[in-house]
Nanobody, 118 residues
């Protein structure tokens, strides 16, 4: 059983950088079993895929967020992280980390609420 846990600040000020970390247990982020994804859901809206990091550290981003998004990893801690720069109130959402396999999201973290407000 793969378990994921998001962590990070729940409140970020406009124009700052949102930083979240996903801690993984039950699988290694350096094997090819899964891709490792960040997904968000703004209030009243659907899920939005933000990007992936895969077993060799390569990254893939949503075209609409690519200019502001960076996903990295710490293999020693089996963690991967999200940074979203220049945030606005429109970036307020529940942020999830998840595993992806053949275009399906298999395991999810519980999600963490991030509010962008001054």
């Amino acid at each position: 059983q793969v378990q994921l846990q998001e962590s990070g600040p729940g409140l970020v000020k406009p124009s700052q950088t949102l930083s979240l970390t996903c801690t993984v247990s039950g699988a290694s982020i350096t094997t090819g079993d899964y891709d490792w994804s960040w997904i968000r859901q703004p209030p009243g809206k659907g899920l939005e895929w933000m990007g992936d990091i895969v077993y060799d550290g390569s990254t893939y981003y949503s075209p609409s967020l690519k200019s502001r998004t960076s996903i990295s990893r710490d293999t020693s801690k089996n963690q991967f992280s999200l940074q979203l720069s220049s945030v606005t109130p429109e970036d307020t959402a529940v942020y999830y980390c998840a595993t992806q396999k053949t275009y399906s999201f298999v395991y999810w973290g519980q999600g963490t609420q991030v509010t962008v407000s001054s």
